[in-house]
């Protein structure tokens, strides 16, 4: 049960998720991640909302943005640790099942539980991907 318990708290979407958002991307990705930050508008590409985007990326995909940053955006892999890479790799896919039906998210369900139970970080070894950037 504790452990149940565990895995629904690490994997909503909490206040530490929000702080580290806030503080690092919400300037420009918006409190919605809609891609309406404060600083979108004087950007040279509009940072994409993420309800359009995210869901045809995989995790991988997502994980390697914020790692290695795209375009304008800057790379986050020198200044976040592992799990706050993948704090916000969750928060982005909160943001973009913000504002959709039910019956939308109903279909990932599944998907989204069995993200959240398996331990990313003992699956995919993160700790040396994340930081070196590929030769
Ligand atoms: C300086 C502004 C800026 C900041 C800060 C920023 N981003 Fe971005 N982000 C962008 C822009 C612009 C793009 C589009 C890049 C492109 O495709 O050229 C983008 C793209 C992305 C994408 C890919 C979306 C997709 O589906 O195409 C993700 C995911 C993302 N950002 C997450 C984050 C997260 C998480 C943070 C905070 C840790 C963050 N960004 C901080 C500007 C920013």
Redo the contacts with the bound molecule.
């Keep these: 049960m504790l452990v149940l318990l565990a895995l629904c708290v690490g994997c909503g979407r909490n206040e530490r998720m929000d702080a580290?958002?806030a503080e690092?991307?919400l300037?420009?990705?918006g409190p919605g991640g809609g891609g309406d930050?404060r600083?979108a508008a004087s950007?040279p590409?509009?940072?994409?909302d993420?309800r359009d985007?995210?869901q045809r990326?995989s995790n991988s995909q997502?994980r390697n943005?914020?790692a290695q940053g795209?375009?304008?955006?800057?790379a986050?892999g020198p200044v976040?640790r592992p799990s706050e890479i993948n704090d916000?790799?969750q928060?982005?896919r909160f943001l973009s099942r913000e504002g959709r039906d039910l019956a939308w998210w109903e279909k990932f369900d599944t998907l989204v539980v069995a993200h959240c139970s398996i331990p990313w970080e003992t699956v995919l070894g993160y700790d040396d991907a994340a930081g070196a950037p590929k030769p």
Excluded: Q, S, W
């Excluded at 590409?45 to 994409?48: D, G, H, L, Q, S």
């Design positions: 580290l958002y690092r991307c300037n420009c990705h930050g600083l950007l590409v509009r940072p994409p993420f985007t995210v990326k997502i943005v914020i795209a375009g304008v955006m800057p986050f976040l916000m790799l928060m982005v």
